[in-house]
């Protein structure tokens, strides 16, 4: 006879949930495998008496009964899952869900890191190959504390910043406050740096378009002209790859001037100091 307890232990030192360990003990002892309900309480049983915790996944709390293994379950099937949902999966108060998931199972609800774009395999690879590259020339700018390199972008900027929190004394009234739509006035700010300050500043016009166009004018110009003041031979220009940046009139005038685009893999704003350090100090 199949020591079927001796299975589910093995199993879930592998690190199995509970479904999954049915599911599988299903698949091959058919109708002689235990229920479901029955391989949540061995599990439970053997991690009362033995201690057993899975080895993927190490928890402060040393037993787990149904209820928990349950959880895990929802969670395994749909991380996302609120309390309120597993609590109604599971026909158990949400209070009960959530003081298991905090203080025994020592889960956290967290907000999800925000990424712009999901790179494809190729974008990877061009990721990596484009970031040696940049890494080569940061390296050998630094022998000159970047002197020759500049690094900007543009962002917009609001004249009005409001706030949506509010420290108040307990039993006030909450203050309101309108919603903005599209009354606040906003300005597009393009910053030119390097490490021994403020290369070039421009401040988009009212009305006007952001292209490349203006981009050679405006900005592009004005790097020339810095290079050219110091009797630069050449300087390294690094942006990222919005439109503007990246036509080809922008990279005609570029290498009639002397000047050197900086490498910049696709949807890298990580890579970019101005996205990652700059704006966000500023605003």
């Given at each position: 006879?199949?020591?079927?307890?001796?299975?589910?232990?093995?199993?879930?030192?592998?690190?199995?949930?509970?479904?999954?360990?049915?599911?599988?003990?299903?698949?091959?002892?058919?109708?002689?495998?235990?229920?479901?309900?029955?391989?949540?309480?061995?599990?439970?049983?053997?991690?009362?008496?033995?201690?057993?915790?899975?080895?993927?996944?190490?928890?402060?709390?040393?037993?787990?009964?149904?209820?928990?293994?349950?959880?895990?379950?929802?969670?395994?099937?749909?991380?996302?899952?609120?309390?309120?949902?597993?609590?109604?999966?599971?026909?158990?108060?949400?209070?009960?869900?959530?003081?298991?998931?905090?203080?025994?199972?020592?889960?956290?609800?967290?907000?999800?890191?925000?990424?712009?774009?999901?790179?494809?395999?190729?974008?990877?690879?061009?990721?990596?190959?484009?970031?040696?590259?940049?890494?080569?020339?940061?390296?050998?700018?630094?022998?000159?504390?970047?002197?020759?390199?500049?690094?900007?972008?543009?962002?917009?900027?609001?004249?009005?910043?409001?706030?949506?929190?509010?420290?108040?004394?307990?039993?006030?009234?909450?203050?309101?406050?309108?919603?903005?739509?599209f009354q606040i006035t906003k300005f597009m700010v393009t910053v030119f740096w390097n490490p021994h300050g403020i290369i070039h500043i421009d401040v988009l016009p009212p009305n006007e378009?952001?292209?490349?166009?203006?981009?050679?004018?405006?900005?592009?110009?004005?790097?020339?002209?810095?290079?050219?003041?110091?009797?630069?031979?050449?300087?390294?220009?690094?942006?990222?790859?919005?439109?503007?940046?990246?036509?080809?009139?922008?990279?005609?005038?570029?290498?009639?001037?002397?000047?050197?685009?900086?490498?910049?893999?696709?949807?890298?704003p990580d890579l970019a100091p101005s996205d990652f350090f700059l704006f966000g100090t500023i605003k």
């Amino acid at each position: 006879m199949i020591d079927q307890h001796s299975i589910i232990t093995f199993l879930q030192l592998e690190g199995k949930r509970g479904k999954e360990i049915y599911e599988e003990m299903k698949s091959v002892l058919k109708e002689k495998c235990l229920s479901q309900r029955q391989i949540y309480r061995v599990m439970a049983e053997l991690n009362r008496s033995q201690n057993t915790q899975p080895v993927k996944k190490e928890k402060k709390c040393q037993s787990y009964d149904i209820l928990d293994w349950k959880i895990l379950d929802v969670l395994t099937e749909f991380p996302h899952s609120s309390c309120r949902y597993i609590a109604n999966v599971l026909g158990e108060p949400k209070s009960t869900i959530y003081d298991r998931l905090t203080s025994k199972l020592m889960y956290k609800h967290v907000h999800l890191r925000w990424v712009p774009h999901i790179l494809t395999e190729n974008q990877k690879a061009n990721r990596v190959l484009l970031a040696k590259k940049l890494l080569k020339i940061l390296n050998a700018e630094q022998k000159t504390n970047f002197t020759f390199l500049i690094t900007g972008d543009e962002s917009w900027f609001y004249s009005k910043t409001d706030f949506n929190t509010q420290w108040i004394p307990e039993n006030s009234v909450i203050p309101t406050i309108q919603n903005p739509g599209f009354q606040i006035t906003k300005f597009m700010v393009t910053v030119f740096w390097n490490p021994h300050g403020i290369i070039h500043i421009d401040v988009l016009p009212p009305n006007e378009k952001f292209n490349a166009a203006y981009y050679i004018t405006a900005i592009m110009s004005k790097i020339v002209e810095f290079k050219n003041s110091n009797n630069y031979k050449k300087l390294f220009v690094h942006y990222d790859n919005a439109k503007p940046h990246v036509a080809k009139i922008v990279k005609k005038y570029i290498n009639e001037n002397s000047l050197e685009s900086v490498p910049h893999p696709a949807y890298s704003p990580d890579l970019a100091p101005s996205d990652f350090f700059l704006f966000g100090t500023i605003k």
